[in-house]
Structures are given as C-alpha cells and as structure tokens.
T-cell receptor, first 117, second 113 residues
Framework: AQTVTQSQPEMSVQEAETVTLSCTYD???????LFWYKQPPSRQMILVIR??????QNATENRFSVNFQKAAKSFSLKISDSQLGDAAMYFC??????????????FGKGTLLTVNP | ETGVTQSPTHLIKTRGQQVTLRCSSQ?????VSWYQQALGQGPQFIFQ???????GRGNFPPRFSGLQFPNYSSELNVNALELDDSALYLC???FGTGPGPQHFGDGTRLSIL
C-alpha cells in the first residue's frame, strides 16, 4: 500500500518570503500522480498543483512550484512571494496512474502554514 | 459551472443512530468519491462511485454504504454510528475514473454524542 508522509506539522513564513513544504511517499508503482491540496478554514480542499510521475519537468503554477525527486520519492512544494491568503493546511496526496478500478487519493497528515504580516 | 455541493454542512447525532450525507457533483462530472477526515488528520478514502456502481472501497466497515443516482449525485449512509465516526466527510467529483483532478465540496461536519 502507498503511504504519504509530511514531516512538518507546522510551518511559518513572513509575507513576501519563500517557504518549502516537504513530502515523501512510498510506492512500488512506476505510474502515479502527486498532488498538493490546500485546505483553508472554509474546509474546501483546493487543488494547488499536480505532477505526473513520468514527467521529468517539475510542475509550476504561478507562485507555486514543486521539486519532484522520483528516485528519492520526494515531492516538496515551494511557495514564492507568500501572501496572507496562502495560510492554510497543505496536504500532499498520491494517486495510482495505472489501470484498475480504484483511483483513490492517499493523503499525508498535512502541514499547517502560517503567514505572518 | 456549478461546483460540488454537500448537505448538510453540520450534523449532530448520537451513538447507534443512522445518518445520510448528500453530495451533488460538479457539472459534467460522473464520478464521486467520499473521504473521511478526522480532526488533525488527512482525508481517508471511503469509496468511489462511477456510473451508479461502487468502483473501489477503502478500509471501512460495511456499515458505511453509498449510492449514486442517474444525475451523478451521491449519498453516503452510515449505520450504527460510533463516537469515532465524528469527522469531516468530504465528497469529490471528477470525470471518469482516470487520474484527472478531483474537485472537493466544503464537507459535512458530523458530530457523534
């Protein structure tokens, strides 16, 4: 079974600074997808960024980028120019990409990000 | 485009009771997945429905059951409620069963007394 580990329960960053959230995962599969989701106090889980394992290039979405190290099974999220609205719980998630009937997301325990003005 | 909507937003039940939670999928989506998120934890997969059939199930007992309707909306039913069932229940919709993005609703907060 796949597992996702987020070793930082809490992180804080100053507004306009850069912060990196860590995620490692364990899998025996070669085809999979990795995600970062953001969950503000409003509770809705919002997709931040997605990475396909077969792609060498790291995904980027505006101020959000990832450092995907497939051999090390590491998938960190970098937030540049942090804004107050980035404050939330961030979850790393894994999803199988192969055939089959189950495309569930497996989540880590989350990292609570605080942005200080 | 209508997003994923869940009802009710908050529910209080007592042990042994039964509960039904509802989810309307995003327009154009035909797959619904349900997750349980205990306090301070990441969401855990309960099951997925595709075209009105269960399409995969996580490690949850049979008292957790579901339905999907022809309009792709879905229900999560939990029988014989236990204190540990207190959690945020999240519904996510997507198109097909491929690895496309899942779009989440705001969740239903279930409290068991």
């Amino acid at each position: 079974a796949q597992t996702v580990t987020q070793s930082q329960p809490e992180m804080s960053v100053q507004e306009a600074e850069t912060v990196t959230l860590s995620c490692t995962y364990d899998t025996s599969e070669s085809d999979y997808y990795l995600f970062w989701y953001k969950q503000p106090p409003s509770r809705q889980m919002i997709l931040v960024i997605r990475q396909e394992a077969y792609k060498q290039q790291n995904a980027t979405e505006n101020r959000f980028s990832v450092n995907f190290q497939k051999a090390a099974k590491s998938f960190s999220l970098k937030i540049s120019d942090s804004q107050l609205g980035d404050a939330a719980m961030y979850f790393c998630a894994y999803r199988s990409g192969g055939g089959g009937s189950n495309y569930k997301l497996t989540f880590g325990k989350g990292t609570l990000l605080t942005v200080n003005p | 485009e209508t997003g994923v909507t869940q009802s009710p937003t908050h529910l209080i039940k007592t042990r042994g009771q039964q509960v039904t939670l509802r989810c309307s999928s995003q327009s154009g989506h035909n797959t619904v997945s349900w997750y349980q998120q205990a306090l301070g934890q990441g969401p855990q997969f309960i099951f997925q429905y595709y075209r009105e059939e269960e399409n995969g199930r996580g490690n949850f007992p049979p008292r957790f059951s579901g339905l999907q309707f022809p309009n792709y909306s879905s229900e999560l039913n939990v029988n014989a409620l236990e204190l540990d069932d207190s959690a945020l229940y999240l519904c996510a919709s997507s198109f097909g069963t491929g690895p496309g993005p899942q779009h989440f609703g705001d969740g239903t907060r279930l409290s068991i007394l």
